[in-house]
């Protein structure tokens, strides 16, 4: 009997095109001349450029430092001289802060191991690892883009159990499937050493049950690696959600509000073990990653090997070109994913995959009534009530929103896909929810404000 | 008859008792409120819109009370009408407030052969624009100008502003508009701005403004829309009142020294500058082309003295 995670989910087609498509190294066309590297790849604050216009820069510089607590250092991914800093146009048409580099030759940073051999033993101790991953800009790769160090920094003793999301729930992508299945050693090895970075011995690598051959290697190669054990699931969108996928491998459930160390679990995905067993053991920071180029429409659809700062329009190219009835082009998956206001941008750390969408596929219904018939409460995995929350959003009564917990919202889309009138739930409730979290987070500020003006006024 | 005697008497004293301790609690518990509120709050509108920037007419009649100067306090539906029948309630004195009116500062009309703004993306989700406005920047090249999805006419409680299905733009129906400012409050591109109604000649008000916020750099924003201010300087230059500034590349006209006379409407190279009366002839031959409402006057008046200027309009402009 396989496991999946309790409350709600849905089964929406798989469509895995790529999944046969073996990782291709992505050559930048020579007509390339020069990239463009965001500044803000990661939840938290931007970095803050450290280099200048003029300035040359290697493969595997930084050219960004962490601008906080919740930030990554970015590094060049490519060689040559910066061009300009400012802002330009970002995914979604709005400006966004990029660091344009004029390429020149493919001069790499010293310290980097470029050798293709595996490097098993881990010789560094939990503290330093964390520096490490803190150090080479590792932000976990499966979408959501939160700095790696922050979430690995747990006090001894409070994590039991780490858990490596390879399950990839969002139909098209293929991106973790491929690494999974050529990379399993890199990727074991990665897992060993974030198990060491937060004291744990025992680790379980999540899979759906789709993944067939990745579950089959990936068990025969854990047996030389105690403590890791791959832990095959349902197939069940959101499976990949943090909190799903705790309760679907462990059986534990984090409270509303809580985050996953409070059940003693730190989740992390297959991409970001894989650039962690990088960053640790050839000392290479986050300068490219595994994109998944799919799309029916598309002609091969692919998985390449892209640098950072890779502009969008080259991938698509490179899978077969822009296919004439495309419709819609996402950034992610189809779920959770976001179209591109413009295609004139690069992929950064969190790219998992550029979807194309022909017309018929991308869109959407025409908006009905609600009929009260409650398939959005009944397949929401965090227990909520969609479509509460959207018509209190809606009508902008942010407190009721609050109290119905529309900050346990992961944004999964689940409610729009399964709603029969079509209606855009998730929309409603994702501005309900920015808003509630900003009225929180003022609420918070404000107390501690208030807590040190007292504690002032006491001394 | 003996058993309704016994009732009536017992029912009668406890009436009496019940009605000494209601007497003596409600003397005691009193909550006094000034009977003012009250009548102040009757000659208020009664349309809780909040424009005042209290939560409804009530609240806003407590803080009139309270006031001791309500110069600051202004009813933007009643007007001066309604605060001078306040002052006289209250026996304070008021500061004429002239009347006001939403204008929208965006003219990149996004329909049709005549657009200005060329749509690059179709949108299809929740129509709101302040949903759209988190997607993404906007569908079209510009990324500061009016979404047309209606947010600014789901607040309207007075059915004041439109869009116009012919433009895709948000339309303000000068008559119906009182400057309550729920729609500027609720537009997420902040393209609505409160301004004077402006000094009625003729039967209209005259008014001037810039109808465009996009902070592009000159050139960027040429290329998003037709009707898009530059920054170029061009109107500030020619201003006599110095009511013009430009910041962020993008003008900005100054309501209380601008005297609505419309010089700089014929200097803008993009025609972003709208009003509500045609521009001044131009010195040079090719006269200008940009009005807004359509009110043609036969002799466009170039600096024109006060005419008739009603009662509440004069501390205008």
Known sequence: ?????????????????????????????????????????????????????GDDVKVGQVIAQAGGFVSANIHSPFSGKVKKIEATTGDDGKPAMMITIAIEGDEWVETIDRSTGIKREITLSAEEIVKKIGEMGIVGMGGARFPAQVKLAVKPGQAQALIINGVECEPYLTADHRLMLEKSEEVLIGI????????????????????????????????????????????????????????????????????????????????????????????????????????????????FWARIGTPVKALIEAAGGMPEDCAKVIGGGPMMGRAFATLDVPIHKGSSGILLMNNQESKRGEIANCIRCAKCVSVCPMGLEPFLLSKVSAKQLWDMAEENHIADCIECGSCSFTCPSNRPLLDYIRRGKSTVMGIMRARAAAAKAAAEAAEAKKN | ???????????????????????????????????????????????????????????????????????????????????????????????????????????????????????????DGAKSCAIASTHFAGDTACSYGCLGLGDCVKVCQFNAIKVNEATGLAEVDEAKCVACGACAKACPKQIIEIRYKGRVVKDVARRVWVSCVNKDKGAVAMKACKASCIGCGKCAKVCKFEAITVENNVAHIDMEKCKACGLCMNECPKNAIVATFPAPPKPAPKPAAVEATGTAIPKPAEQPKPVEVPVQADKQQ
Request: aromatic residues 4%.
């Open chain 1, 1 to 53: 009997m396989l496991k999946t995670f309790k409350i709600g989910g849905i089964h929406p087609e798989e469509n895995k095109l790529s999944a046969g498509s073996a990782l291709k190294q992505f050559q930048l066309p020579a007509d390339i001349k020069e990239v463009k590297i965001p500044v803000a790849q990661h939840i938290g604050a931007p970095a803050q450029p450290v280099v200048a216009v």
């Open chain 1, 192 to 303: 060993k050493i974030l198990m060491k970075a937060i004291g744990v011995t025992e680790a379980y690598i999540g899979i759906e049950n789709n993944k067939k051959d990745a579950i089959e290697l990936l068990t025969k190669l854990s047996a030389g690696y105690p403590g890791i054990k791959v832990q095959p699931l349902k197939m069940k969108y959101p499976q990949g959600g943090e909190k799903q996928l705790i309760d679907a491998c462990i059986g534990r459930q984090v409270a509303s509000g809580a985050l996953p160390i409070s059940v003693g679990a730190v989740v992390q995905n297959v991409g970001t073990a894989f650039a962690v067993y990088e960053a640790v053991q050839k000392n290479k920071p986050l300068i490219e990653r595994v994109v998944c180029v799919t799309g029916k429409p598309l002609q091969n659809p692919s998985n």
């Open chain 2, 1 to 123: 008859m003996e058993a309704v005697l016994i009732t009536i008497a017992v029912l009668a004293s406890l009436g009496l008792t019940a009605a000494f301790i209601l007497y003596f609690v409600s003397q005691k518990f009193k909550v006094y409120e000034d009977p003012k509120i009250g009548e102040v709050e009757e000659v208020l509108p009664g349309a809780n819109c909040g424009g005042c920037g209290f939560a409804g007419c009530h609240a806003m009649a407590e803080a009139l009370a309270k006031a001791d100067d309500i110069s600051g306090l202004v009813c933007p539906v009643g007007g001066s009408a309604v605060m001078s029948q306040v002052a006289t309630i209250l026996g304070k004195s008021v500061a004429e407030s002239a009347p006001k009116v939403a204008v929208v500062r965006c003219a990149g009309c996004t329909v049709g052969e005549s657009a200005n703004r060329q749509k690059t993306l179709d949108y």
